[in-house]
């Protein structure tokens, strides 16, 4: 009897519990989720919704299931992640507990706000005009009398001029860490928005929704392989024991080290 009513309880529990919280465009999870039967499993993905979520594990829990479930917000707000789980044998989903979830922007809305201007505080214009040109006068004057003062060597003929990296020996590190899940969470999370944006530039895909352009991208015969290990790395208990690393970064072997790392700084940013 007390089993039973700790099975009725459990979906209502949790349903009152503090939303889970998480920033546009990170994932984060909500583990060991009770609801009731049928067993249920994540709507297909539509373009325009601001939430993409995955079941990542399934488990019976007597005559309920327990879920782990992922999900990533696209547009700050509050949300129920429930609305995106269907039943798996596609009959009418029952009513289910509401589960809780926030998405936040990484910035204020204010914070581009510039600050007003006080009456009277109008900037003298032709002042600051004339002021520039006297220091940039000033300033060529003094770089012509130190070039004629200090002649620099003649540079030596390097031998070799230094190839520069490509994108797959950039990934390469980065990639065996992921395989070897030395990643943190956050870290597998910058790479795989870094790729994202990546492909999204490259394939001029940069004015797509990114809900829509992530999953175009899984199908992608180039930017797809790599997306998608780094997905299944991610959720498996123990790393595989075969990846053909080289395989999964030669689409990345003629482009820039540049084209990644100018994502992940604005990733950081």
């Given at each position: 009897?007390?089993?039973a009513?700790?099975?009725v309880?459990?979906?209502?529990?949790?349903?009152a519990?503090?939303?889970?919280e998480s920033?546009?465009?990170?994932?984060?999870?909500?583990?060991?989720?009770?609801?009731p039967?049928p067993?249920?499993?994540?709507?297909p993905?539509?373009?325009?919704s601001?939430?993409?979520?995955r079941?990542?594990?399934?488990?019976?829990h007597g005559?309920?299931?327990?879920?782990?479930l992922?999900?990533?917000?696209?547009?700050?707000?509050?949300y129920?992640?429930?609305?995106?789980?269907?039943?798996k044998?596609?009959?009418?989903?029952q009513?289910?507990p509401?589960?809780?979830v926030?998405?936040r922007?990484?910035?204020p809305a204010?914070?581009m706000?510039?600050?007003?201007r006080?009456p009277?505080?109008?900037?003298?214009?032709?002042?600051?005009?004339?002021l520039?040109?006297?220091v940039?006068?000033a300033?060529?004057l003094?770089?012509?009398?130190?070039?004629?003062?200090?002649?620099?060597p003649?540079?030596v003929?390097?031998?070799?001029?230094?190839?520069?990296?490509?994108?797959?020996?950039r990934?390469?590190?980065?990639?065996?860490?992921?395989?070897?899940?030395?990643?943190?969470r956050t870290?597998r999370a910058q790479?795989?928005?870094?790729?994202?944006?990546?492909?999204?530039?490259?394939l001029?895909m940069?004015?797509r929704?990114?809900?829509?352009?992530?999953?175009?991208?899984?199908?992608h015969?180039?930017?797809?392989?790599l997306?998608?290990?780094?997905?299944?790395?991610?959720?498996?208990?123990?790393?595989?024991?075969?990846?053909?690393?080289?395989?999964?970064l030669a689409?990345?072997?003629?482009?820039?080290?540049?084209?990644?790392?100018?994502?992940?700084?604005?990733?950081?940013?």
């Amino acid at each position: 009897m007390k089993l039973a009513v700790a099975l009725v309880l459990a979906p209502l529990a949790f349903a009152a519990q503090k939303a889970v919280e998480s920033t546009v465009g990170m994932p984060a999870r909500v583990e060991q989720v009770v609801l009731p039967a049928p067993e249920l499993e994540a709507a297909p993905v539509d373009p325009n919704s601001p939430v993409l979520l995955r079941v990542t594990g399934t488990w019976a829990h007597g005559t309920d299931f327990r879920y782990d479930l992922e999900y990533q917000g696209f547009e700050p707000g509050q949300y129920d992640l429930a609305r995106w789980l269907v039943r798996k044998d596609g009959g009418e989903r029952q009513a289910l507990p509401a589960i809780p979830v926030a998405v936040r922007a990484l910035l204020p809305a204010e914070t581009m706000t510039p600050h007003p201007r006080a009456p009277g505080d109008d900037l003298n214009v032709g002042g600051y005009r004339v002021l520039m040109i006297i220091v940039g006068v000033a300033w060529l004057l003094g770089l012509v009398l130190l070039l004629r003062w200090i002649r620099p060597p003649r540079p030596v003929a390097t031998a070799a001029v230094a190839r520069p990296r490509t994108l797959a020996e950039r990934l390469r590190p980065l990639v065996r860490r992921a395989l070897a899940n030395e990643l943190s969470r956050t870290e597998r999370a910058q790479l795989e928005l870094a790729l994202v944006r990546v492909w999204k530039k490259k394939l001029g895909m940069e004015e797509r929704d990114p809900a829509q352009a992530l999953a175009a991208l899984r199908e992608h015969a180039e930017a797809g392989a790599l997306l998608r290990a780094l997905e299944d790395w991610l959720h498996r208990p123990e790393p595989p024991a075969h990846v053909d690393l080289e395989a999964l970064l030669a689409p990345y072997q003629d482009l820039p080290a540049e084209a990644f790392e100018h994502q992940e700084a604005g990733l950081r940013a």
